[in-house]
């Protein structure tokens, strides 16, 4: 059976200009979407460091129905995971069920106690940057 010189070009796959042009498509695609995704990136990370402080604040609660007050600054949130040396007789924990998370930039929570304006304690991350204030992945996440 003899094959036909068309039908054999028929079958020789695509050109250069051909994948040049779906190459070009799928660029002008990804131009267009990449940005959108990307974006989307700081505000599931601030998403999640709100979630992890909500949880830290339940523990912080527990650790003081048990104790009586809430861990000092000093002894921090590692009180909940391990028994602070001293005032947290009645400390029933540990009240995380892991160690204390990393913020999701990598970063230790910061926790002090009083808090400022009447509060009794504060909990935050720096956000994205590392640095007090900031907008956008920079602003600070406070847990009220």
């Given at each position: 059976?003899?094959?036909?010189?068309?039908?054999?070009?028929?079958?020789?796959?695509?050109?250069?200009?051909?994948?040049?042009?779906?190459?070009?498509?799928?660029?002008?695609?990804?131009?267009?979407v990449?940005?959108?995704?990307?974006?989307?990136?700081?505000?599931?990370?601030?998403?999640?460091?709100?979630?992890?402080?909500?949880?830290?604040?339940?523990?912080?609660?527990?650790?003081?129905?048990?104790?009586?007050?809430?861990?000092?600054?000093?002894?921090?949130?590692n009180?909940?995971?391990?028994?602070?040396?001293?005032?947290?007789?009645?400390?029933?924990?540990?009240?995380?069920?892991?160690?204390?998370?990393?913020?999701?930039?990598?970063?230790?929570?910061?926790?002090?106690?009083?808090?400022?304006?009447?509060?009794?304690?504060?909990?935050?991350?720096?956000?994205?940057?590392?640095?007090?204030?900031?907008?956008?992945?920079?602003?600070d996440?406070?847990?009220?």
């Amino acid at each position: 059976m003899k094959v036909s010189p068309l039908l054999r070009r028929a079958q020789a796959g695509f050109t250069l200009l051909e994948l040049l042009v779906v190459l070009l498509i799928i660029a002008l695609l990804a131009g267009y979407v990449g940005p959108k995704l990307f974006s989307q990136v700081g505000a599931a990370k601030a998403k999640t460091a709100m979630s992890q402080m909500k949880s830290l604040a339940d523990a912080l609660d527990n650790y003081r129905l048990n104790v009586g007050q809430y861990p000092t600054t000093e002894q921090g949130l590692n009180a909940l995971v391990k028994a602070p040396a001293e005032g947290a007789s009645k400390w029933a924990g540990p009240y995380l069920a892991k160690d204390v998370p990393a913020d999701p930039w990598d970063r230790p929570y910061i926790y002090h106690r009083p808090g400022e304006n009447g509060k009794d304690y504060d909990l935050l991350t720096l956000g994205a940057d590392g640095k007090p204030g900031g907008d956008g992945e920079d602003k600070d996440i406070i847990y009220n």
